[in-house]
């Protein structure tokens, strides 16, 4: 609401009508003493009376004027709600009643019970935000605190008490200093934020645990062939194959969470050199063919011909290897895993497609949209036991990203699993 003062123009009506007063009294004792009905004497003292008694009366106008202006009138131009609706964040004006005076649409969204004109302890029932504005008008200071809410899902939020001395629209032509007119409620969301602080902990808290876990085993064999087992050679070799598998083990965690640092750092850089997926898929393969025979699988390969994306060379094996891995290691009881290039289609646009099909337990549709987070298992000791760090499906995801590719994964228990590696094709190079 806006308010003006008409105090000038009131004033100025009421002067003319009293100088109309007392020249009607000059006129009135002028015929009456000129009649002879009033002595001149008295006729000059009952003017002069009058006169003053209508001098006095504008003085005493004037200082009740000064002391108590007209009741400010609203004004239809009020900019404030058009201010509060233009910030992106949500913003609620509070007059010094506690009464909404505007607020805009992601306020709404924060507190939909919000109305103009009606106390916002009603929408926002929380001590701290109304002891704030309290505060906030009493000090003229702003007042921030913190709050967060449960339901329907968890989300903090930082909010600011911010006065407002001299706010457009309620403006008074004299505005009282260090006395706010409107206090400012804007809010911040801080949900993504903590969510990344809470994924930093769990992060190296997962690491930490994943390490330690060997290095304790090391120490452990250390201890016991500097002690008990110092003369027992049969036992030396056996411990010393233990600690060399931890100590492999602990080289690809940290060779992993390496992997994972740098492609984050370089996940805003798409690479720009063009690479036929063909021969990458065919060297992982090869370079595999030792651990499938080992596991008693065959892997069969199926593809288009040459298929064109833009990509890192070696992060695409690293894509690859960690999928066509994993259906050797967990899908081993399928004794098949077939692996298949081509060309796709998704929203109009060429893609590659690289699936990686086994036959072995498969995987329950719970633990599907978990999988290519950091450390996520299905089975903890059964990734161990295959040398797995719970790290590989990040790294493609990870990967892919950077690559602008996605991957997808269907699965079902008992029905083996697919996992596909979808990448935008490029126009193979001139050059190649
Ligand atoms: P790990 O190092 O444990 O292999 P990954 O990130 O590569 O980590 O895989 C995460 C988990 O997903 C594995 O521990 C395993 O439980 C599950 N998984 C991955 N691939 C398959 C598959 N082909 N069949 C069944 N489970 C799989």
Redesign the pocket.
Known sequence: MSLTENRPAFVRTHARGLVLAVAAAALVFAIMAASGVLAVGYAVLGFVAIAAAALLGVRGDDKIGKAQPPAPTPRGDDPLPAIVTGLADPVIAVGRDGRVLAFNEPARALAPALRVGEPVSLALRMPELAEAVVRAFAEAAPQRFQYSERVPVDRWFETVAMPVEHAPGLAKIRPEPGKPELVLLSFRDLTPLRRVEEMRADFVANASHELRTPLASLSGFIETLQGPARDDAKARERFLAIMQEQARRMARLIDDLLSLSRIELNAHRRPDTSVDLMPIVRQVIDSLQMLARDRGVTVNVEAAGALWVLGERDELVRIFE?LVE??L???ATGKRVDVTVARGQADGHDEALVSVR?Y????APE?LPR?TERF????VR??RA?G???????LVKHILNRHRGRLTIE?APGAG?T?VVHLPIVERPASQ
């Open positions: 960690n994993n259906a290691k967990y899908g086994d072995g337990p498969g995987i633990h999988l996520y298992r299905v089975d059964e990734s295959q797995g760090t719970g790290l590989g499906l990040a699965s699993a996992f």
